[in-house]
């Protein structure tokens, strides 16, 4: 091993423990003698809550499953007006947060919401009693709003499966008989199966992370039980403890997904790829399949957006406001900071296991890449506990030394936040990241090395010009994810420090539903921007398959 090697290969495993450290600081502290705290959450918020997380979960990861699944199958295997238009625009609810739909939905649906209010001057009902209306503010009410924000998770991993499903073994099941409701249920569902749970995986993390959603609503979930215990109980113990119970969850579901795609992998024999032929609908098979793919759209964007356009249109002066200014340039600097530094790690990692895979190595990186399965709050209860720590000793050292202190530097700075971000996001990045480097041939290494060149110079003057694109695309999807969190920015913000999803919550949580618009579109906005990069990339997609058939058919 070179000694730039050396330095790769310290620098990945020096990342790696920067992500497990959140994790240790939470053991130590929730093992750390606290009297009879953890008897009292045992035997009171911890079951409750844990049920009612359990209950949310359930639903959300039963209505994505339908939701995503079917939108899948029908933008893939069958052909209807509009198909190509959903195919991208399916994936236009993951640009609004979970938290700002539920503010919407709770404006909208609310006793005092236009909804209840044009029914009852209609019926001329007076109060609530006359009349029954589902309540929004309940467990259901989570469960749905959740779900139609949710659901891409699914629909972008299962279509991605149906679309390379061999069209052999499909064509096979047609010629022995087969109706498009066999070859769904028996051939192609259980073929994506594991493409499926992973979609599942990752919309049961996001629901599990919510801190916004349930807050509004009143469904005191595990993560709304570390909130109120920290902030408004002021137990940082029992909150670590609580957390401690949150990642038990989180490792069981990851354990279960991988449980659930065990000796699940599918390939086909054919080197070339066909796309399975559609089925063509029409008449009323074709009105159903667009109000099918409509519904969830309307449900998960066009609602909250419409509503959330005629709120801000009547408060445009306060677009030049200095709160709602200092709110943006808050937000702004935060993402852009901790996106290129999560790159950068990204980089680093990617680059080390490519330079030399190591078992160690590798466990670490794998490590590395759990930050995205752990819940925005628990990240935080773990990171102010050694921040906290590594500023007292700064204070002082600095008191001892020069005779004055320093405060709360690091949690005071905003540091905690960027940290937060990155341990959070770093799956994410390294994900874009890895999979550019596995397009770029070994050959080009050798080539280098050849030509006196070590790994650093390897990578400046030949990996990093190839993979410019890739790097682009972690940076922007890291950028609007480190935008739209809200748990960790709670818990971590420096004192009088707000940002657009910090200004959302506090205006919403106090009813005040018009204040909370104009930052609720401006995150939308940002929102928008991976699901144009993603629809992008679809359609790029669908034109390198159209043509590709035509040079097949040429030939």
């Known amino acids: 091993m070179t000694p730039a090697e050396r330095i790769w290969q310290v620098g990945a495993l020096f990342v790696a423990a920067l992500v497990l450290l959140p994790l240790g600081a939470i053991l130590w502290i929730s093992l750390s003698p606290t009297g009879d705290v953890w008897v009292h959450l045992l035997s009171t918020v911890l079951p409750r809550s844990f049920r009612t997380t359990l209950i949310l979960m359930a639903g959300v990861g039963l209505a994505t499953t339908i939701a995503g699944i079917g939108t899948a199958w029908l933008t893939t295997m069958c052909r209807f007006p509009g198909q190509r238009i959903f195919d991208w625009a399916l994936l236009i609810p993951l640009a609004v947060p979970t938290y700002i739909v539920a503010f919407a939905y709770v404006e909208v649906l609310d006793y005092t919401g236009p909804i209840q209010s044009t029914l009852r001057n209609l019926l001329g009902f007076k109060t609530s009693r006359d009349y029954w209306f589902p309540e929004i503010r309940s467990l259901g009410g989570a469960i749905f709003v959740m779900s139609v924000v949710l659901y891409p998770y699914v629909y972008l991993t299962t279509r991605a499966s149906f679309l390379i499903q061999s069209a052999s073994t499909l064509d096979v099941s047609r010629t022995l008989g087969a109706t498009p409701w066999t ?4 051939i192609a569902l259980p073929l994506a199966r594991p493409a499926a749970a992973v979609g599942v995986s990752l919309a049961l993390m996001e629901c599990l992370n919510d801190i916004g959603a349930v807050t509004f609503f009143g469904v005191k979930t595990l993560t709304f039980s570390v909130y109120d215990t920290w902030l408004n109980r002021s137990n940082l113990e029992g909150a670590a403890q609580l957390a401690l119970a949150m990642l038990a969850m989180v490792f069981g579901l990851l354990w279960l997904e991988r449980f659930g795609r065990r000796k ?7 080197s070339k790829h066909r796309q399975p032929a559609r089925f063509t609908l029409t008449g009323w098979k074709a009105g159903l399949a667009v109000f099918l793919c409509l519904l969830p759209i309307v449900l998960g964007f066009v609602i909250p957006a419409s509503l959330l356009a005629d709120l801000a249109s009547r408060r445009l002066e306060e677009l030049l406001t200095d709160s709602f200014l200092h709110a943006v340039w808050n937000s702004l600097s935060l993402a852009s900071i901790a996106s290129i530094m999560t790159v950068l790690l990204s980089l680093a990692l ?4 490519r330079l030399r895979p190591t ?3 590798q466990l670490g990186v794998r490590f590395a ?4 399965a752990i819940p925005g709050t628990v990240l935080a209860v773990g990171i102010l506990i050694p921040l906290a720590a590594l500023d007292n000793m700064i204070d002082a050292q600095m008191k001892a030394l020069f005779g004055f202190g320093t405060g709360l530097l690091l949690l005071g700075s905003g540091t905690g936040l960027v940290y937060a971000y990155m341990v959070r996001f770093l799956a994410v990045s390294y994900g874009q990241v890895e999979g550019g480097f596995g397009k770029i041939s070994p050959h080009l290494d050798m080539a280098a090395r050849t030509l006196g060149r070590d790994a650093t110079k390897t990578l400046g003057q030949i990996h990093l010009p190839l993979l410019r694109p890739v790097l682009l695309s972690a940076l922007l999807l890291t950028f609007v994810d480190c935008m739209k969190e809200l748990p960790a920015t709670i818990l971590l913000r420096p004192f009088n420090f707000e940002t657009l999803a910090t200004t959302v919550f506090e205006a919403a949580s106090r009813e005040a539903f018009e204040e909370a618009a104009l930052p609720s579109l401006a995150i939308v906005f940002v929102g928008l921007l991976p ?10 997609s669908f034109r390198d398959r159209r043509s590709a058939r035509k040079t097949a058919a040429t030939v």
């Open 264 to 270: 699940q992998r599918y390939h086909s024999g054919h």
């Open 369 to 372: 890449a759990i930050g995205y």
């Open 359 to 361: 078992p160690l190595l």
């Open 531 to 540: 699901v144009i990069y993603l629809a992008r990339t679809s359609a790029a």
């Open 183 to 186: 070859l769904f249920f028996r």
């Open 350 to 353: 990617a680059y080390a296991i």
